[in-house]
């Protein structure tokens, strides 16, 4: 056994439980309970300490007994330095030390012996360090936007890092601020425009798009490298040089605060990388099956329809996914053109909502929930297809 | 016979693109060339509103003579800043009345009255008069003359389409003190917000790679910030870094880690000490940075991922067998292997970056000094009212975009003529 290894070993292994423990401190205070100190002397030393009797007791126990006492011995430990706490924080404490020891287990003598396994050793938990860093950072204004809007105004006043939720209330009182969101601010009409808006765009696009994608990526003609090279180019033009003269047009013609404006800008934005996504994924359909549809008889719409789309569900599916999410998500062309309540989408209602600087904060949370939650869900569900969307996409964001 | 094939199948693939090409061209290519002629004008927000001609009818009836009716029209240009040219009245009366003193522009005829007005120069305003009589010795109802609504009609300048330009909104832009902090904070924002959003991809992708439990939850949950709404996560953002009730600030100072809260969306600067020297950094405009970087690290992380999947896994077992450190291999085995795809990564994030406008227009607004271009574009048309600077600044953006598109497309045709 190398001292080196030994001692990276017991310095990392008890810093990673630190952080560990730390996150769990942060959401317990986060339920109103009052902690004001990480105890970051005696957790590390006493950290060190119980990795060094992990290691001396090596094989001599059987594994499970070992995790159980030395997970014990750690969560008692907390117990005694930290007074007045629930009996659900330390049973947090005794699982996440469970976990613990549980991945240190395989740093046995045997492993401390060899040559890089310092190396290996640091980093294995920058990488355990980097996923529960990562997880939390991301995970964690998800997780505020939920529990805020279960609470009231007046009680984050009082406490504002009592999140906690109560649920002796009942689920009326509980799901108050949804019901007042959907019933005094009018969220049931902004969600269907959305989805309507969202919809339409995806079907108009299809529409506009597979004959596009279909005579870019098969027929012959003047001018085809340059319809291609111009679509990218094209796409990479932002929305923010469009807003001006568009905003001038679209009030001039009357085409402001209607769901007919914003489908045609929609569709128009999105157009291009729709285009671009299918055109490649009709080139690599193989020419012979469309061949055989010239031979039966086929016209091109004919062709499209009864060779090209049957075989290209997956690209269609992935880019109908993606145009929905950018319409769903989209926000400037919604602040520019909507300033009439009746035709606010999802993400305007949520900005005008914000800017009454009265709104309890309650309700402005359970608004951005309504506008975040169905869109997560379709991510989820649907990710094999909404990946290889925002691969082929991603040009712009 | 072929050519005549060759002809049908131009013919249809002009047929299939056409749709898209007109739609693309009128409402992304059009409105970019209209950017520049708006440009040259000055037109602000007001003068959008087409002039009109407007008239309000008042009825009144005449004391002692229940036989007359008196009949006002507020008549007004609605525009403060354009004349109205040749307008045209109209007004339809009910039977049996006759006006008594008509004006000598208009004229009565078989129930309808026609005036021409002649030209109103901006800010119009007249009051016309008349007073009818009754032919038939009834009285007379307002309620009928109140029903028909009179029509107006001229002619006006759209100011959008007279040939008047003037240079006075690119020597505003650039003559103005705080262009140049305006270039920097938005070239700052942009290559911090490239780099630190490619980095920390690299991270989670090189995390992601390897083997754990969980792996498919994980990289699903890395992209949720790039997948979710923009408006529903900024707003989330600033109740969690609000400096009296947010969520962060009274964590840190529960934990005794700061004295007092940090405005970290409102505060311009903070002087940093490190090792006896003052650094004054750009709070706001940092806090909005790691907004960003938290939104599009996914990106990066998706690419760069898909990247690492492909690299063979006998590189690494032949380093493994020369006993190279994980150091060693990712510099040399994994770093140039996805640096052809950083390159692209930088330049496409870099020229959305240069344009991002919600991020910070939702955050700050644009306010203790993070005022990028596109911000200054919004801020230009539509707070301040000046369409016209507005899309000067918009054309400087077109601008800096070209240059970054030229840079982009060599770099592209570089990397083609390499494979």
């Known amino acids: ?397 | 016979m072929s050519s005549k094939l060759a002809k049908i199948e131009k013919r249809t693939a002009y047929l299939l693109i056409l749709p898209s090409v007109l739609l693309v061209f009128s409402i992304i290519l059009f409105p970019i060339f209209s950017n520049i002629w708006i440009s040259f004008k000055n037109v602000k927000l007001k003068d959008l509103r087409i002039p009109e001609p407007r008239a309000k009818k008042l009825v009144k009836s005449i004391k002692d003579n229940p036989n007359q009716i008196k009949i006002i029209y507020k008549l007004r240009n609605s525009s403060l800043t354009q004349e109205i040219t040749n307008v045209k009245f109209k007004d339809r009366y009910p039977d049996n009345i006759e006006p008594t003193n008509l004006d000598k522009r208009c004229e009565f005829k078989q129930k309808l009255l026609q005036c021409e007005l002649g030209n109103w120069p901006k800010k119009y305003r007249e009051n016309l008069e008349i007073v009818f009589q009754n032919t038939n010795n009834q009285e007379i109802s307002k309620k009928g003359l109140k029903s028909y609504k009179p029509k107006l009609s001229g002619k006006s300048q759209n100011i959008l389409l007279t040939y008047e330009f003037t240079l006075n909104n690119f020597k505003k832009v650039i003559k103005d003190k705080a262009f140049i902090d305006l270039l920097s904070t938005t070239f700052y924002y942009t290559f911090f917000g490239t780099i630190g959003a490619i980095v920390f991809g690299i991270l989670a992708a090189q995390m992601v790679n390897q083997k754990f439990f969980g792996r498919t939850f994980m990289r699903s949950v890395l992209l949720f910030p790039y997948v979710a709404p923009v408006v529903a996560l900024a707003y989330t953002w600033e109740l969690l870094l609000d400096p009296t009730s947010g969520t962060l600030n009274n964590l840190l100072i529960n934990y005794q880690i700061i004295d007092g809260p940090i405005n970290l969306l409102g505060q311009k600067y903070v002087t940093l000490n490190i090792l006896g020297f003052d650094f004054k950094l750009r709070l706001a405009l940092t806090t909005v940075i790691i907004f960003e970087i938290w939104r599009y690290f996914p990106l990066a992380f998706l690419f760069i991922l898909a990247r690492l999947q492909a690299v063979p896994k006998e590189l690494y077992e032949a380093a493994d067998v020369d006993g190279a450190n994980p150091i060693q291999k990712f510099l040399n085995i994994t770093l140039p292997q996805i640096l052809a795809v950083i390159s692209i990564l930088f330049m496409i994030r870099f020229i959305w970056n240069f344009n991002k406008f919600e991020d910070i227009f939702l955050l700050t607004g644009g306010a203790s000094g993070t005022r990028t271009l596109p911000i200054n574009v919004y801020q230009q048309g539509f707070s301040i009212g000046d369409i016209g600077m507005g899309s000067a600044v918009s054309i400087v953006i077109v601008v800096f975009l070209l240059i970054f598109m030229f840079i982009y497309f060599k770099l592209l045709g570089k990397r083609a003529d390499e494979n």
């Not at chain 1, 959401?27 to 009797?53: D, M, R, S």
């Not at chain 1, 924080?89 to 890089?116: A, P, Q, R």
């Open chain 1, 1 to 397: 056994m190398k001292i080196k290894n030994i001692l990276t070993y017991c310095f990392i292994s008890s810093l990673f439980l630190f952080s560990l423990i730390c996150i769990w401190k942060i959401l317990v205070t986060l339920q109103g309970i009052e902690l004001i100190n990480f105890n970051f002397n005696k957790l590390f030393v006493f950290g060190i300490v119980l990795c060094v009797i992990n290691l001396l007791i090596g094989k001599k126990l059987n594994l499970n007994i070992k995790l159980i006492l030395l997970a014990l011995l750690f969560s008692i430990f907390d117990y005694f330095i930290s007074i007045n706490l629930p009996i659900w924080y330390s049973i947090g404490i005794f699982l996440i030390s469970l976990f613990f020891f549980n991945t240190i287990k395989n740093y046995d003598k045997n492993f401390l012996s060899k040559n890089h396994s310092s190396q290996k050793l640091f980093f294995n938990f920058l990488t355990l360090f980097g996923i529960t860093l990562f997880s939390f950072v991301i995970l964690f204004p998800f997780y505020m936007m939920l529990v805020t809007s279960f609470k009231t105004q007046a009680l984050l006043l009082l406490n504002p890092l009592d999140f906690s939720i109560n649920f002796a209330q009942g689920l009326p009182e509980l799901f108050k601020s949804y019901f007042v969101v959907f019933k005094d601010y009018n969220f049931g009409r902004y969600m269907l425009t959305s989805t309507i808006v969202s919809l339409g765009t995806v079907i108009i696009t299809l529409i506009f798009a597979i004959p596009a994608a279909y005579a870019v990526a098969r027929l012959n003609f003047f001018g085809k490298n340059f319809f291609s090279t111009s679509i990218l180019i094209i796409y990479l033009f932002p929305a923010i040089v469009l807003v001006i003269p568009l905003y001038t047009i679209f009030s001039q013609l009357g085409l402001r605060n209607s769901i007919e404006g914003l489908l045609i800008v929609y569709t128009a934005t999105t157009l291009p990388v729709a285009i671009y996504m299918l055109q490649g994924y009709f080139k690599s359909i193989p020419k012979e099956l469309e061949e055989a549809g010239i031979i039966d008889g086929q016209n091109w719409l004919g062709i499209i329809f009864k060779i090209i789309l049957p075989l290209s569900l997956p690209a269609i599916s992935s880019v109908a996914l993606y145009v929905f999410m950018i319409a769903w998500n989209e926000f400037l062309f919604s602040l520019m053109f909507l300033d009439r309540p009746n035709t606010f989408t999802l993400s305007r209602a949520i900005q005008f909502l914000n800017v009454g600087a009265e709104t309890p904060r309650q309700y402005l949370m359970a608004g951005s929930v309504v506008v975040t939650l169905p869109i997560l869900i379709i991510f989820v569900y649907f990710e094999k297809y909404l990946v290889s969307g925002l691969t082929a996409g991603s040009v712009k964001g």
